[in-house]
């Protein structure tokens, strides 16, 4: 499922937009059904960083293709936090 370039660039639009009184709030527009259909999203979380999503630490979803939260604006993250999801992560980056 491929992210339309235009939502994308409308998304970020906003975020740039937002007041700052209202940033970073989960809004629960993650929660309903358009939302789920506009964009690419996961509960799951096994192997999710591997396949490209992201994760907001305020919705709990894993999103495909933004560097912010279309709901709540916050930066996703990108990698996991512990070390042993970490080392899964990275066991097929080669080091020297």
Do not use: W
């Amino acid at each position: 499922m491929e992210v339309n370039l235009e939502l994308k660039q409308k998304v970020e639009e906003n975020m740039r937009g937002l007041d700052t009184k209202l940033f970073c709030i989960c809004k629960h527009h993650c929660q309903t059904e358009q939302f789920k259909k506009e964009f690419d999203i996961t509960k799951l979380h096994r192997n999710a960083f591997r396949n490209g999503y992201f994760r907001c630490r305020k919705c709990e979803y894993y999103i495909k293709g933004f560097n912010y939260c279309p709901c709540c604006g916050t930066r996703l993250a990108r990698a996991p936090r512990n070390a042993k999801s970490k080392r899964k992560l990275n066991v097929d980056i080669v080091r020297y």
